[in-house]
């Protein structure tokens, strides 16, 4: 299991911009597949973005395409997720989930992860 804690949530206006970290508690996240969801209350959990491990490859929902970038910082085993153009759409709890790299399994599916953090609240005000 590998522990992680988001942070960088917060409260701004339309436009603005937020990146989101998520960080072990002192491991690597060196093969795993690392993703980004969001919920809100009553609502299911859905897809924001991911990155593979062995590929590197990202990838992105449709809503987010164009504003939001993922990126890891190897030396630093923390995730990023850099928000330009935020949206009222956008507020919402962000987690972050992680899981021992799948190539051949798509990023999108929460149920094949098996870490999660505990979630940082973003909110976007007009």
């Known amino acids: 299991q590998v522990p992680l804690v988001e942070s960088g949530g917060g409260l701004v206006q339309a436009g603005d911009s937020l990146r989101l970290a998520c960080a072990t508690s002192?491991?690597?996240?060196?093969?795993?597949?690392m993703a980004w969801f969001r919920q809100a209350p009553g609502k299911e959990r859905e897809f924001v973005s991911a990155?593979?491990?062995?590929?590197?490859?990202?990838y992105y929902a449709d809503s987010v395409k164009g504003r939001f970038t993922i990126s890891r910082d190897n030396g630093k085993n923390t995730l990023y997720l850099q928000m330009n153009g935020l949206k009222p759409e956008d507020t919402v709890v962000y987690y972050c989930?992680?899981?021992?790299?799948?190539?051949?399994?798509?990023?999108?599916?929460?149920?094949?992860?098996?870490?999660w953090g505990q979630g940082t609240q973003v909110t976007i005000s007009s």
């Open positions: 989930a992680a899981r021992r790299d799948r190539p051949y399994t798509a990023v999108d599916n929460s149920g094949t992860y098996d870490n």
């Open positions: 002192g491991r690597t996240l060196s093969f795993y597949d």
């Open positions: 990155i593979r491990w062995r590929s590197q490859n990202t």
